[in-house]
């Protein structure tokens, strides 16, 4: 989200070699998972292309990694540095994950980013046989077309 010009230190000098990641990605808060049916919501999410949940503080994020149209691919810049949303300003080199923790990348609590991550971890929560509930509702059905 950096704009060219006004280096004043460490963070900015990363903020400027960055390729702009805090605008490749918009990521919306979920309600914390309670039951099976809310984890299982959250392994339909992450069937879809290009979405992973992660889990920060506590709080449950969908994450969209879908970029912005606005960041130029030339200079990793804001196109429309003027206008930027509200969301965009209040976003700073130090509250940037990547700067703020010193280290090459995001640092969350639990990150999902396949629905196979997901299963196992429904299965250590709800026991191995978490998914039987789903295969004998898939019999049920069978049994009904029979009729
Ligand atoms: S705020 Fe963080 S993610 Fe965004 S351009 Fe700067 S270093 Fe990169
Ligand atoms: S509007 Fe600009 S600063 Fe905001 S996400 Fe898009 S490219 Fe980044």
């Not at 039951?35 to 992660?54: M, P, S």
């Not at 709080?59 to 879908?66: A, E, G, I």
């Not at 949303?85 to 990547?98: A, F, N, Q, S």
Request: aromatic residues 14%; charged residues 40%; glycine residues 6%.
């Amino acid at each position: 989200m950096g704009k060219k010009g006004k280096i004043k230190g460490y963070k900015k000098i990363l903020c400027q070699k960055c390729t702009g990641l805090c605008c490749r990605y918009f990521a919306l808060p979920i309600e914390t998972p309670e039951d099976w049916d809310d984890y299982d919501d959250i392994r339909w999410y992450l069937y879809h292309e290009d979405v992973d949940v992660f889990v920060d503080e506590g709080d449950w994020y969908l994450n969209v990694r879908n970029k912005c149209t606005q960041i130029s691919e030339e200079d990793y810049k804001c196109m429309n540095y003027d206008l930027r949303p509200k969301i965009c300003r209040g976003y700073t080199e130090d509250t940037c994950d990547l700067t703020s923790e010193g280290d090459e990348g995001y640092d969350y609590e639990l990150h999902f980013k396949t629905p196979q991550q997901m299963e196992e971890y429904m299965k250590i929560k709800f026991g191995q046989n978490v998914f039987k509930k789903l295969e004998v509702k898939k019999k049920k059905k069978k049994k009904k077309k029979k009729k």
